[in-house]
């Protein structure tokens, strides 16, 4: 079962989600975060909660605000915030029962789940889908020109599925204080880390060093032919299953006796 959720950020503006809901008892929650500038509806997002609600998971995925239904005005985005949205959400499952919690993020939001499961002791797993490890050049997805119009003038347009948006150097300033590196070699819970071997956007090689930074931690799911969003033919019910499965996997085996 589907239905819409809302909950507030902490600085009051409403996030909106789609919560899934198992048939039995849940036997815990996991919350999914999307990529830079989408929405909670994006494919891979949808078929992994509704996977996981089959196998016996309440899963959350929403938007972060300025993104989808979400309030919140986009040009005020940061990692920071976004960490603390995803906290929210974290708290909205643990007021609906959960005990055991874990985090799912899809391109930028495997960055913040990364960094969110660092924030809370009560995580107890994660799964980063197409993330990227080096985030040293924050400005990679600018051209020379709009690198330019951002250092002289603070801040930068783009164009991105179709809208036209607006970062201010805050967004890069505050994305730089973070290490992910350092967040994963630190990394105390599980990590399934799933990856297109065909990915566009963000190399199938970011997988392979998370692996390497943390190989005790981490384990890799490479798809075939995947590219970033996981659209080609069976891809997304693949690594919708594979998901699923390893999550159940993880609560069975942290479960008391």
Known sequence: MEQQVHFQNHVGEMLTGTLHQPEQAPVGAVVAGHCFTCSRHTGILRHVCKDLSS??????????????????????????????????????????????????????????????????????????????????????????????????????EFVSRGRTLTLPMDYFEDLARYDLKEAIRSLAVPSLVVHGDQDEIIPVSEAHLTKSINPDKVELFIVPGGNHMLAGAGHSQQVGRTVASWFRRQADFSSPE
């Open 55 to 156: 196998v016996g998971f309440m899963a959350l995925r929403f938007d972060f605000s300025g993104n989808g239904q979400s309030q919140g005005i986009f040009e005020e985005t940061t990692w920071s915030k976004q960490i603390l949205e995803m906290e929210a959400a974290v708290a909205l499952m643990k007021r609906k029962g959960a005990k055991w919690i874990g985090l799912i993020g899809h391109s930028l939001g495997a960055a913040i789940a990364l960094l969110t499961a660092k924030q809370i002791d009560s995580i107890s797993a994660i799964c980063r889908i197409a993330g990227r490890l080096n985030n040293s050049n924050n400005r990679h997805f600018l051209t020379l020109e709009q690198t330019r119009t951002l250092t002289q003038t603070g801040q930068v």
